[in-house]
């Protein structure tokens, strides 16, 4: 039973590209969460889907950033625009259920220059 | 503000010893997750709580509902425990703590 995948694991983008970065949960899980690490600080949450349905999304920047996990296929966290101050770690985690255990991907590691 | 309060925010720990790391939180949550960050930046969940002490191992994790703390505690710490332990309180968001940053010298 594979992990949480994410892809690509490292991103190099130029100031004004778009970013589009992958997660496929645990086979079974229908609960998606995407956080943020920023070099040299803690996580971040920035939003969570179940599968079609954006649930909280508190925690994404209002402008650039958009999330979605369709019913078929993986999540896509796509950011528009990139800037440097976007460069950070991306993890996506999934659950069975929203108070179930969190399974972590690797993370994608988003570097602009 | 921090809704997540970690201490202490770096340990260095001889091997063998018992370590214990705390976490307090101002959010209502539903669950806990203890998180072990290793230095290549891989996040692992160690504990989901919501209520009592669950032990893994070395490893054991309490939480006290009415009091919004949590531990974490490592018997007979080893070199390999060094990483970040992460506490992540929540409902549909979880919050993160900064991280305790373990060092556990041979």
């Known amino acids: 039973n594979a992990g949480v995948m994410q892809n690509p694991r490292h991103l190099v983008r130029r100031r004004g590209q778009e970013a589009r970065l992958r997660c496929s949960p645990m086979?079974?899980?229908?609960?998606v969460y995407w956080y943020r690490q920023l070099p040299e600080e803690g996580l971040k949450f920035m939003v969570y889907l179940q599968k079609e349905n954006i649930i909280d999304e508190s925690g994404m920047p209002k402008e650039r950033f958009s999330a979605e996990f369709p019913k078929e296929g993986p999540s896509i966290l796509r950011i528009q625009q990139v800037v440097r101050g976007d460069s950070a770690a991306y993890f996506c985690a999934s659950s069975a259920r929203n108070t179930g255990e969190l399974f972590f991907g690797e993370g994608s590691r988003l570097t602009v220059l | 503000k921090n809704e997540v309060e970690q201490s202490p925010q770096n340990l260095t720990a001889q091997e063998g010893e018992f370590i214990t790391i705390n976490c307090s939180y101002s959010?209502?949550?539903?669950?806990l997750h203890w998180l072990q960050q290793h230095p290549g930046g891989g996040i692992v969940s160690l504990f989901m709580l919501s209520s009592g002490k669950k032990k893994h191992g070395r490893l054991i994790a309490t939480i006290n509902i009415q009091e919004k703390h949590s531990s974490l505690h490592i018997t007979a710490s080893h070199p390999r425990d060094s990483a970040v332990y992460i506490c992540?309180?929540?409902?549909?968001?979880?919050?993160f703590g900064t991280g305790t940053s373990l060092t556990v010298i041979p």
């Open positions: 992540a309180p929540g409902t549909n968001q979880f919050y």
């Open positions: 959010v209502g949550i539903s669950a």
């Open positions: 086979k079974g899980h229908s609960h």
